[in-house]
């Protein structure tokens, strides 16, 4: 006689390590589910959508203190294994909205990712299975945050394109993990823009959000 098994896969949360219930709703769902639910709780999803030189952008989070830590952790300690949490239960969402596109990662400096052994932003967002095409280099060290605003708007001078002809009728998807003042974004799209795509959209984890003055 055989007996009845209910084999389960256990996953572990990979931003706490424990392990992840494999009879939750959600996880018989989603077999590769990448938090636990305490760890997920943390995360405030805003689906923000905006307007960048004319073209559409989404946002999924707001750049608040929990997706500012983890970001560090994943490309300033180099702790890979978060590479997966940022997009975890919206991935099944994101295939559907950009399926058709390439992806256009913003690009960090050949030396970093070097140092760092992958490209964080490309990692964040290999999980929509999209093709990633790395149009976009970076031509200079250069960190945005140590810059005042109004040296910010040069940002177009460190970037260069090569290859347009991989953009042209193509559908875009440019990528990228937090966006400020998207100085980045439109240099991004300027640079672009000149391969002649079908259509360009922006995706980012997080949006920083100005607050207002007291």
């Known amino acids: 006689m055989i007996k009845d098994t209910l084999i389960c896969k256990k996953n572990i949360c990979k931003i706490c390590f424990k392990e992840i219930s494999d009879y939750s709703f959600f996880s018989l769902l989603n077999p590769n589910n990448n938090l636990c639910e305490d760890c997920f709780s943390k995360f405030s999803p805003k689906f923000i959508h905006f307007k960048i030189e004319n073209y559409d952008g989404l946002a999924i989070y707001e750049y608040d203190q929990n997706i500012k830590e983890l970001l560090y952790t994943f490309k300033g300690c180099y702790d890979y294994e978060l590479k997966d949490v940022f997009l975890d239960r919206y991935i099944r969402y994101l295939r559907m909205v950009y399926h ?29 299975k999209l093709k990633v095409e790395k149009v976009l280099i970076k031509t200079k060290k250069e960190k945005q945050a140590n810059k005042k605003l109004k040296d910010r708007v040069k940002v177009g001078d460190i970037f260069a394109i090569r290859h347009l002809e991989t953009v042209k ?44 003055a007291t």
């Open 169 to 212: 009728n193509k559908k875009v998807l440019i990528v990228d993990d937090v966006m400020t003042t998207g100085s980045s974004i439109k240099a991004a799209i300027n640079l672009i823009k000149q391969g002649h795509p079908k259509k360009i959209k922006v995706l980012v984890v997080a949006r920083g959000v100005k607050k207002a």
């Open 100 to 128: 058709g596109y390439i992806v256009v990662p913003i690009p960090s400096y050949y030396l970093d990712d070097d140092r760092r052994g992958f490209n964080h932003v490309i990692e964040i967002y290999n999980r929509l």
